[in-house]
Structure formats: C-alpha cells, structure tokens
C-alpha cells in the first residue's frame, strides 16, 4: 500500500479515502486513526472521519472525534459539520439553547 511506503504521500491517501467512504466506518477506523495522526491539524480528513461516524449512527464516536480535534484544528467545514451536529441531535432537548 502506498500510504505505508510513504505516510505524506497526499495522493494516495486521497485515492485511499475515496474508497474508505464506501466501507463501514468498523472496517475502516483503523485507516482514519492512522490518517488523523499522521495529518492532525487537517480538517478535512477530520471532518471525513466524524462524517463517516455519523452515517452509521456513532454518536459516543462523534462527540469524542469532535473533543479530541475541534480545538486544535481550524477549518471553517469542520465547525459547521460540528454546528450540524448540534441542531440535529440536541436540538429536542431541554437544555439546547
């Protein structure tokens, strides 16, 4: 694999990524962990990550992609993916506003 050779290849990992978003996010989590830690401050691999998670309904998985990154990684997509989120899971309860 190509992104084992050379973990910075940008290339591959974006040849890799377009078939990660076809799997179960369970089949792929160890590939977005390793993506997320050899690019920590990238968004946009983030925001594929915790989108991925979303699908297949992990909101624990969600909340907890969200506090390790939303912080240390500035991107404008992410903290809307983040504000998303919010609405449509909290927005029921009590305490929402």
Known sequence: ??????PFELDAWNILLREL??????DVRPLFEKLVKIFPSTGRFWK???????????????????????????NIDLWRLY??????????????K
């Open 1 to 6: 694999m190509a992104t084992e050779e050379n």
């Open 21 to 26: 978003q076809t799997r179960k996010i369970d």
């Open 48 to 74: 594929m990550y915790i989108e991925q998670e979303m699908k297949s309904r992990n909101f624990d998985k969600v909340e907890k992609l969200f506090q390790r990154c939303l912080i240390k990684v500035l």
């Open 83 to 96: 504000l998303q989120y919010i609405r449509e899971s909290k927005a029921t309860l009590p305490t929402y």
